[in-house]
């Protein structure tokens, strides 16, 4: 069975118990999250979090990208969000590349230069993290009064360690 339809029928489980549409659209917690795709980090788990909780935004290296950057100004400027936590995790795929790495193989299998696109890659996690964090805090678009701050999940131990960034 494909993927998408196992996806389906979970969704049809899920849909048949659901209560929970009378969830306000501000999260009931003022927090968002910006963390990784990887599959085995799961943030409703590992935080603890229930539908209508959190705004939880996730890119490829939990990176602080302009997209990523776009929704947290919209979770604080206009759903009230004055917590953002930056969750990046130990063996990350964005460590195993470079931006020559991946611009080569998409030359190679599609004809056209992806050179204009900065992938992100990091050679490591935490300084990749706390440039994430001065990147949001620096922007003017967010609230001076948010607090930002960095984690690292251990995707060993499911553990946050806490990253201090000046």
């Known amino acids: 069975m494909p993927s998408t339809e196992k ?3 979970a969704n049809e489980r899920f ?12 999260p009931s917690m003022p927090v968002a999250v910006l963390t990784c795709i990887d599959a085995r980090l799961h943030p409703v788990s590992f935080l603890g979090l229930e539908i209508g909780d959190a705004h939880v935004v996730r890119n490829a290296g939990g990176r602080a990208t302009d997209d990523a950057l776009r929704s947290l100004i919209i979770s604080s400027q ?16 964005m460590l195993t590349f470079t931006n020559e ?44 009064d948010v607090e930002v701050t960095g984690w690292v999940h251990d995707v060993q131990t499911g553990r946050l360690r806490e990253v201090t960034v000046t």
């Not at 849909?15 to 501000?26: H, T, W």
């Not at 599609?110 to 949001?136: C, M, Q």
């Open 7 to 9: 996806l389906l029928e």
């Open 15 to 26: 849909a048949a118990s659901f209560d929970r549409g009378d969830a306000r659209l501000p």
């Open 78 to 93: 206009l759903l009230g969000t004055r917590e953002f936590m930056v969750i990046h995790h130990t063996d990350c795929g």
């Open 101 to 144: 790495d991946i611009w080569s193989k998409l030359q190679t299998e599609t004809g056209t230069s992806a050179e204009a696109i900065d992938f992100l890659p990091f050679s490591d996690v935490e300084e990749s993290l706390k440039e994430d964090v001065r990147t949001i805090r620096a922007n003017p678009f967010l609230p001076k």
